[in-house]
């Protein structure tokens, strides 16, 4: 949960430079311009949530839910390890047999 406090307090800190600084922006390359960085800064900010996010696959997440369960501190290494669908137990899955991922 520190994560997301951390998030929190960053998007909040990036909305009050934005209308902080957007005066200062539209006078010195105009209101398109600002648009435009804005637009490309959002772009940038697409890039980065592809590069650094996890891949969340059925399989990823039941090995999150076994593995898990009591210690959470192998979340970020079970999330990056991605493939592997034979080092995944399938105790506790007959229920998933039909493949819809519900349980």
Known sequence: APCHGL??????LGAFVG??????????????GTLLLGAGLLFLGFLLTLALTPP???HTLARLR????????????ILW????????????SASDSDGSGLE
């Open 19 to 32: 209308m902080y600084f957007f005066p200062f922006l539209e006078h010195a390359i105009g209101f398109k």
């Open 81 to 92: 390890a991605g493939g592997g669908e034979d080092d995944c137990s399938s105790s506790g």
């Open 56 to 58: 969340y696959t059925e």
């Open 7 to 12: 998030s929190a307090a960053a998007g909040k």
């Open 66 to 77: 076994e593995e898990t369960q009591t210690d959470l501190s192998q979340t970020a290494e």
